[in-house]
């Protein structure tokens, strides 16, 4: 960077400089942006002087979701091979390991620890603003342009020689740059502060389950509310006793349409958006034959995501068998919506000896329950959760929308490197 903030480019040849569709007013005369290699923005993987005798690791597991999950202390003794990245406050690792999750760190810890990143991450230490390098590899056309590269089917990586290569559009001045990086960074303390508040909700509700359910060995739950203090003691049986495990007719895949008719879930996709449909005919022929769940039933996956629990919300569906049962439940001994608490709690990965990967009739119908014999204090637990629920994904909702609103402000913050090659 020169002294007059002006970002240094090579190319080969003239291009017509880049403008986004959004600029702040201060730099709406400003130049355009050029389009310039990483290498240009960036040191890719610094030299380091060898490692220090202990520090915190950093490997691909480490990091979720843009922050650092996990902290491993190892000493350089027996440090494993790939542990090379000495990292300085502000550099940048990139995941070069499937870089389609965008499982990137901006490196700012608010310790004295000395860390070092695996070599799977490309080490980024920026030429000009690192909070903007930061947001600008996280842009669709650049993630696009390194996919390119990649190499492998299972795996796909970009070795650094490749990714240093990958241009990516910079603004004239590290001014407007820093701009930028100002503006996204505060979105980005916004969603950071709201998936906190979501986490605590999560973790205050499983600490609720764990009080107001009976633990393992123990045939009272910790916590009732007043009005049931003196009720009866919860009785025990198990799914089978009080409910049967049902599944659809089968639906061969060359029976579904993936446009029209009544929306076929399959394990991928209960809960979500149907991908499937199946004509309502054919639907409303296996509804009035075959075995289908009242409003209210829980839904449960066997396969894949095991042990996802939904009501039934009554509207016409239809479901994958064998993949996705429900427990018909037409006494109601067990108020579904406790059940669907109550099985929301289970440790399904204990209902047999091995890893479990598929949730069988057998193991289900013998799963053990406990409830309360009193049916106002079952609804009152699932109420509680019900309301908790609730708020949980009203919060989950305000952290997708600010997602939502970073994802757009970024398209009109950053030149569109497609519409000006056109």
């Not at 600029?23 to 709406?28: E, H, I, K, Q």
């Not at 998936?195 to 509700?205: E, F, I």
């Amino acid at each position: 960077m020169s002294s007059k903030n002006k970002v240094s480019a090579t190319r080969e040849v003239a291009r017509p400089a880049l403008v986004p569709k959004l600029r702040f007013p201060a730099f709406l005369g400003a130049e355009g942006w050029a389009e310039t290699p990483l290498k240009v923005a960036a040191k890719i993987n610094p030299t380091n002087d060898g490692l220090p005798e202990s520090f915190v690791y950093i490997d691909l597991e480490s990091v979720d979701a843009g922050e650092l999950k996990a902290k491993t202390r190892i000493s350089r003794i027996g440090a494993p091979s790939r542990a090379q990245r000495l990292i300085e406050p502000g550099d940048i690792i990139y995941q070069v390991v499937r870089p389609y999750q965008r499982n990137n760190l901006f490196c700012e810890f608010d310790d004295d620890e000395d860390y070092v990143a695996s070599t799977g991450y490309a080490q980024l230490r920026a030429k000009g603003s690192n909070r903007f390098l930061y947001q600008s590899i996280h842009v669709d056309s650049f993630v696009s342009r390194v996919i390119e590269k990649c190499t492998g089917s299972n795996y796909p990586a970009i070795n650094s020689s490749d990714l240093a290569e990958i241009e990516l559009p910079l603004p004239p001045t590290l001014a407007e740059q820093r701009k930028i990086a100002d503006c996204l960074s505060s979105v980005d303390e916004l969603m950071a502060a709201q998936a906190r508040k979501v986490d605590a909700l999560k973790t205050h509700k499983k600490g609720l389950m764990q009080q107001l359910f009976p633990r393992e060995g123990e045939t009272q739950p910790r916590l009732r509310f007043p009005e049931f203090q003196n009720a009866r003691e919860w009785a025990k049986r198990t799914v089978g006793d009080i409910s049967e495990v049902l599944m659809c007719k089968r639906i061969f895949a060359e029976e579904t349409n993936p446009n029209s008719g009544i929306p076929f879930y399959k394990i991928g996709t209960l809960g979500c958006v149907a991908d499937a449909f199946i004509s309502k005919e054919k639907f409303e022929n296996y509804k009035s034959r075959y075995n289908y769940p009242r409003k209210g039933e829980v839904l449960i996956t066997c396969s894949g995501t095991v042990g996802k629990c939904l009501p039934f919300d009554g509207t016409d569906a239809y479901f994958q068998d064998s993949n996705i049962v429900w427990l018909d439940n037409p006494t109601v001994e067990v108020s579904n919506e406790f059940l669907l608490m109550l099985l929301s709690n289970v440790n399904w990965g204990r209902l047999n000896s091995t890893t479990i990967t598929r949730i069988y009739g057998p193991d289900l119908r013998g799963l053990a329950i406990k409830y309360p014999q009193d049916k106002a204090e079952q609804q009152r637990i699932a109420s509680c959760l019900s309301s908790l629920d609730a708020l949980i994904t009203a919060e989950t909702q305000k952290l997708e929308s600010l997602k939502t609103h970073k994802k757009g402000l970024m398209q009109q913050l950053f030149p569109s490197q497609e519409e000006a090659a056109a």
